[in-house]
């Protein structure tokens, strides 16, 4: 297992982050490495939503189903990837004055026959620079609006 977690502060309080961030359905639009996003499920949000995620990473392709395992109005999305990467990731939205700390976490396992805990350190040199990036469209995102 690896551990990745990246940050950014937002200008804007923490119910117009979360206005954003809990359409499941535009984080293609910020998400660099998601081609698109497929719900699998009829519900668009909270606990249960099933998502289709393709993802690209350089020459990398996978295609995952992801859970939202945990949602809490306003502070929290927690999912679960299934696929050939798996694991746990959560957004938290933390109050800072005026403005909000958006913190992405995830705790990703790469299997034994692509590298194991060599890929997946790797990777997470990679996937902590396209997150910090992705944090970055997603506050000028929400500040621009």
Do not use: C
């Not at 913190?103 to 910090?132: C, D, H, M, N, Q």
């Amino acid at each position: 297992m690896t551990q990745i977690n990246v940050s950014v502060r937002i200008a804007a309080p923490v119910p117009r982050v979360w206005k954003e961030a809990a359409d499941l359905g535009s984080h293609a639009e910020w998400m660099a490495e998601a081609e698109s996003i497929v719900f699998q499920s009829d519900q668009r949000s909270g606990v249960g939503t099933r998502m289709s995620v393709s993802t690209k990473v350089g020459p990398l392709r996978t295609h995952d189903i992801m859970e939202v395992i945990g949602w809490n109005e306003g502070e929290s999305i927690a999912v679960r990837h299934e696929g050939l990467v798996t694991g746990e990731g959560i957004f938290i939205l933390s109050p800072h004055g005026e403005e909000t700390v958006f913190t992405w976490s995830e705790r990703l396992k790469f299997p034994w026959y692509f590298g194991g805990r060599l890929t997946a350190r790797a990777a997470a040199v990679v996937l902590r620079r396209i997150w910090r990036n992705n944090l970055e469209r997603f506050r000028r995102r929400v500040e621009s609006s």
